[in-house]
């Protein structure tokens, strides 16, 4: 049987387990030679015995390197190799490691490591990419200097920190902040920068530059706008000041991810940085301006103050996601963020903690960690961090992190000492809070109502489903967020937090003169399922009249999620107090053009099958597609008056902008535009793909003629206009998957993939085919089971080459316990072929097996 494959299962780590390094490293020395088939990495590393750990082994990760030479102090010594590194025997006290070892990084196709991409060097190392490079102990707890001599013909060479010297031919660089090697980054190749200055709080000049192939120039302005506005963000808001003298980003074509916090020098998928008006999207400016926050707010959530282990990734992770998101909302509009942050969590996250994949926001144990780069890390993560800061309030809360920076700097942390900072600085107890990072599982939260005599009481009940390895589950802190309408719609109550900590917990209010409506759960105060009994007359009023825009927003999306549910489960017709409803809403010209596009979104199809499926229904996913365009046929002919007129009056005209307020304005006029096409066979929407002079327009105007199979024409010349442009050929590959009819879906993609333009090597190009294969329920999921079978070899064939990526997409699996036996019966089938295959990434077979368990 497939020997390397077992090898590759099985080995389980575990937190529990931690122990602290047995040596610790001062200094690194590192000199690249490179070739694209035959690099050379010599390493001289200063070794010395760390006081809080044992030297009983001396170990150094290490994979698929060629060890050419190894010396310990000048004497040439042979260690034992595995396949994981080598152990030696070293000297007692401190000592030099010298060695040197050959790698190929043209032939590296899993991105992990030293690689190339379009004949340009660059290293991903987070979290295990380090032992790639060279022999090392490839750990975030050991933290070191690094000085980097590059050695190439080509005419740019990065690494991090501040360039000390260079010469014909080489480059050397010095990063003075101590860090861990998943830090380490170095980039080689013919770039041409964007260059641009800022100054620090402190009046120190910091030069910037945003490195590109050229030909791309012209697209780096906007994430140097960004860069900026984060730079003055995070000096404004947490006192943090940048560190170096350069920040220099890089865009890569080939990358796993969205981004790398590298010290220094981030290292970006192009999709997110890359940004002109011509081919990116308002969405796609508003996501870039986000990452390019996120990675620069790591340079202290991150970098300065990393994480001891990778259980412990969330310390990172879920609070830099946190402020990222705080900096959108100050950028742009803080309920539209939300709002739209909630609607990824749902879609991503929720469905994560109620399948098979269910792992608490700091894991316990796994496999690879690579397969730990979660929605519930990252997004949960920082929905604890929001917890943590409504409970504590602003004041404190900026203390406490005043006190981590303080107290933490240049030191790899825990949970554990996340907490203790809080719990410093303002006195609180976090014991009971702390079950939001051990226990897995979305809570529901129950309420009922009772009024008796001037005083209202809201009666809590919590629960939290079983989930793998979890089977019962203790109460959580639950920051409930409430306000009172009073039956005029005037707000008799002002939000107020409750904090619930027992499983059932009531909170009254007195001298109250009638009965009141209550707004539960402002701006989704916690992240959890909230089941109540209530009606359409209710969501009404509180779409009509809540003062929290969130709430606002959720009573018209539980309105349509009704309306949806009752087409789908009783044949009912779509809702008429719901597209009044809507209706009124849409037409309050006071209201934020971005809220009302928003408030025109129904719930997802993955949305809508999970509650079915909770409420004992077999969801079935072509029922749920079909009453999803029902329905928006029906508010089509609902309202076709004022859909001209919104389309019309916020049509954008003059030069582009991505600012927030044009880009409201057009998200409401292709929201109404989607629906106008129903009407008009497409008239509107031919109109704008032709005038359009930005991608947003364009891209907008094909969705619309593609969605009512008008478009081929569109879509032919769409391509020609654009072969030359990679980013813009995704958004032609997965429009094209995401919006063919259900049983079309897998057909297109499988045609798709046969197009010369597609390759399996470019993790965009990928997933732009099968990720949006994947991300439309009907499609994957047709009866055929034809989605299935073609995902599955698709993923067979990515999983020599890029493990990383194939084991991520196994997630569109996850779902599979809520279908039918047939469904079930046939991704059993997918996910077994699967995991038969030879000589599969341990990263897969990880996946896969706790799908399938
Ligand atoms: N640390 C990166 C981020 O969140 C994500 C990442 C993880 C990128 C692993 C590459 C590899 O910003
Ligand atoms: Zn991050």
Redesign the pocket.
């Given at each position: 049987m497939k020997d390397a494959a077992a090898a590759q299962t099985g080995q389980t780590i575990y937190l529990s387990d931690y122990t602290p390094p047995g040596w610790l490293v001062e200094d690194v020395s590192l000199t690249f030679r490179l070739a694209p088939d035959a690099t050379r990495v010599l390493s001289r590393i200063r070794f010395a015995p760390n006081p809080e750990g044992t030297q009983d082994r001396f170990f150094l990760h290490g994979e698929k390197l060629k060890l050419i030479s190894a010396a310990i102090d000048g004497t040439p010594v042979t260690p034992d190799i595995t396949p994981e590194g080598l152990s030696c025997a070293v000297p007692e006290g401190a000592f030099t490691w010298e060695a040197e070892v050959e790698i190929a990084p043209a032939q590296n196709f899993a991105l992990e490591g030293l690689y190339m991409s379009n004949g340009m060097y660059c290293t991903?190392c987070?979290?295990e990419g380090f032992r790639k490079i060279t022999y090392y102990p490839d750990r975030p707890d050991v933290m070191a200097t690094f000085h980097v001599r590059i050695e190439s013909d080509l005419p740019v060479m990065l690494s991090n920190g501040n360039p000390i010297a260079s010469g014909e031919g080489w480059a050397e660089w010095h990063d003075p902040w101590p860090k861990p090697s998943y830090l380490f980054a170095l980039v080689a190749g013919e770039l041409v920068n964007h260059p641009d200055t800022f100054t620090t709080m402190s009046g120190r000049a910091v030069e910037l530059n945003i490195w590109v192939r050229p030909g791309d120039e012209g697209k780096c302005a906007f994430g140097m706008e960004a860069l900026k506005k984060s730079m003055k963000w995070d000096e404004e808001v947490y006192g943090r000041e940048y560190d170096l003298d350069l920040f220099n980003i890089v865009a890569v074509d080939d990358f796993?991810?969205?981004?790398?916090?590298n010290k220094g020098l981030n290292i970006f998928n192009s999709s997110c940085v890359l940004a002109s008006p011509e081919t990116s999207t308002d969405a796609n400016f508003e996501r870039i301006e986000a990452i390019i926050a996120?990675?620069y707010f790591?340079n202290w959530t991150g970098d300065r103050i990393t994480c001891r282990d990778w259980f412990q990734l969330c310390l990172k992770?879920g609070l830099?996601v946190f402020r990222d998101a705080s900096f959108t909302a100050d950028m742009r509009s803080e309920p539209v963020k939300r709002i739209s942050d909630v609607i990824t969590l749902r879609a991503r996250q929720f469905r994560e903690d109620n399948g098979p994949l269910a792992h608490p926001v700091r894991p316990e144990s796994f496999q690879e960690i690579?397969n730990f780069?979660t929605a519930t890390v990252?997004e949960k993560g920082a929905e604890v961090i929001g917890m943590l800061k409504l409970l504590v309030g602003d004041e404190a809360y900026f203390k406490a992190l005043d006190l981590y920076f303080t107290r933490h700097d240049g030191q790899a942390c825990t949970i554990e000492d996340w907490l203790k900072v809080f719990e410093d600085a303002t006195g609180r107890d976090l014991t009971q809070f702390k079950r939001w990072y051990s226990q897995a599982g979305t809570p529901r939260l129950h309420v009922t109502e009772s009024w008796d005599n001037g005083t209202f009481t809201l009666h809590f009940r919590q629960e939290t489903p079983p989930t793998p390895g979890q089977p019962s589950k203790q109460p959580q802190v639950l920051p409930i967020a409430v306000g009172l309408l009073g039956p005029n719609g005037d707000e008799v109550l002002p939000t107020t937090l409750l904090e619930m900590t027992e499983a059932e917990q009531s909170f009254s209010f007195e001298g109250l003169g009638a009965r009141p409506v209550p707004s539960i759960l402002r701006g989704f105060s916690a992240p959890v399922i909230l089941h109540r009994e209530t009606d359409n007359a209710e969501r009404a009023f509180l779409l009509a009249h809540d003062t929290d825009p969130y709430n606002r927003w959720e009573a018209g999306r539980s309105l349509a999620k009704n309306a949806l549910l009752r087409m789908i489960a009783e044949g009912m017709a779509p809702d008429a107090a719901y597209l009044d409803a809507l209706k009124t809403l849409l037409e309050d010209e006071t209201l934020d053009p971005a809220f009302r596009a928003l408030a025109m979104a129904l719930p997802s199809e993955d949305d809508l099958a999970l509650t079915l499926f909770e409420g004992g229904t077999t969801p079935d996913p072509q029922r749920i597609w079909e009453k999803r365009e029902e329905m928006r046929e029906a508010m089509a002919r609902h309202m076709p008056d004022l859909l001209a007129r919104l389309y019309a009056a916020h049509q954008v005209t003059g030069p582009y902008s991505p600012e927030a307020g044009p880009a409201a304005d057009r998200a409401l006029s292709n929201a109404a535009l989607a629906l106008l096409t129903r009407l008009d066979g497409g008239e509107r929407a031919r109109a704008q793909y032709a005038g359009a002079d930005n991608m947003t327009q364009q891209l907008a105007a094909l969705s619309c003629l593609l969605s009512i199979d008008a478009g081929a024409q569109e879509l032919q010349s769409f391509y020609e206009q654009w072969q030359h442009d990679r980013l813009v050929i995704d958004k032609w590959f997965s429009l094209q998957v995401g919006l063919a009819r259900p049983e079309d879906a897998a057909a297109t993609a499988e045609r798709l993939a046969a197009h010369p333009d597609f390759t399996m090597k470019n993790p965009n190009r990928f997933r732009a085919t099968f990720g949006a294969l994947a991300m439309s329920p009907a499609g994957f999921h047709h009866a055929s089971g034809k989605g299935y079978a073609l995902l599955a070899d698709w993923l067979k064939k990515l999983d020599p080459l890029n493990p990383q990526t194939t084991a991520r997409m196994c997630t569109a699996f996850e779902t599979w316990k809520r279908y039918d036996s047939d469904r079930q019966a046939m991704i059993r089938e997918a996910l077994e072929g699967i995991l038969a295959q030879d000589g599969l990434s341990r990263d897969t077979s990880e996946m896969v097996s706790r799908i399938l368990n």
């Open positions: 991903q987070e979290a796993n991810m969205g981004a790398m916090e996120h990675e790591h992770e830099t690579n780069y990252y």
